[in-house]
């Protein structure tokens, strides 16, 4: 299956500009307050009924808002390197952030499951004429082609989708562990730089940590940036 574009009709905002260029976020899609007593599964079940349930209208203004500030950071970081992923089961649309990218010439990879290494994530180059397949997950993913794979010590910014987030910088994932094993040794390597994204809606006050959970040093929402 090939794809032109991930973009809808929605046109991407560009680095320049102030903060006041952003839209207004709907205070519906701010954070919860979730029982700290809450089992990691039951937090995962909120979260992702509570995203699945933000209204067209305040996805769009939240992805804008989102791909604005990222934007910026990645600026501030000349990125030129970017792996991310494409939007699924309700997570903060990525699809305005690949077109603002694209514009601006910097390079963008996406995620496919290693088809050596269980667990394990590959990226690979992601343009607007690559192939796509669908994984064991249903979730779109570069068809694997050798020649597109990048290592992931040479990009330089990996933003990663998460269902929950807190205000201490820890991640949780869907509880497969892959961006987690890939993202163990990027603290001693210095690369490449993890950062999350996500409706302020996910985020939690505390989460219950495992111990190869690995945290993020920022944290990109609609509404804010965090940085820990």
């Not at 305040?58 to 501030?76: D, F, G, I, N, P």
């Not at 068809?143 to 929950?164: C, F, H, Q, W, Y």
């Not at 690369?191 to 989460?207: E, F, I, R, T, W």
Request: proline fraction near 7%.
């Amino acid at each position: 299956m090939s794809i032109t574009s991930p973009v809808s009709n929605t046109s991407a905002p560009t680095a320049n500009g102030p903060h006041g260029t952003q839209p207004e976020i709907d205070t519906k899609s701010l954070s919860l307050n979730l029982s700290p007593t809450l089992s990691r599964a039951e937090v995962r079940k909120q979260i992702r009924l509570a995203r699945r349930s933000l209204s067209t209208e305040v996805q769009t203004e939240a992805s804008l808002a989102a791909c604005q500030r990222m934007l910026e950071k990645l600026s501030a970081l000349n990125a030129q390197h970017v792996a991310l992923y494409l939007t699924h089961d309700g997570e903060l649309a990525t699809a305005p952030l690949i077109e603002a990218l694209w514009q601006q010439g910097i390079q963008t990879y996406l995620p496919r499951l290693h088809p050596f290494n269980a667990g394990q994530l590959l990226f690979l180059h992601y343009h607007a004429d690559s192939l796509m397949q669908p994984n064991q997950f249903g979730i779109l993913e570069p068809k694997l082609d050798v020649r597109s794979v990048m290592p992931i010590e040479r990009l330089d910014v990996v933003i990663t989708p998460l269902v929950a987030f807190d205000i201490k910088g820890n991640r949780m994932g869907m509880g497969g562990g892959y961006y987690d094993r890939t993202l163990a040794n990027w603290h001693s390597k210095g690369k490449p730089l993890p950062m999350g994204y996500a409706h302020d809606c996910q985020q939690v006050s505390n989460l219950q940590c495992e111990h190869w959970d690995v945290p993020l040093p920022a944290i990109i929402t609609p509404s804010r940036v965090w940085e820990f």
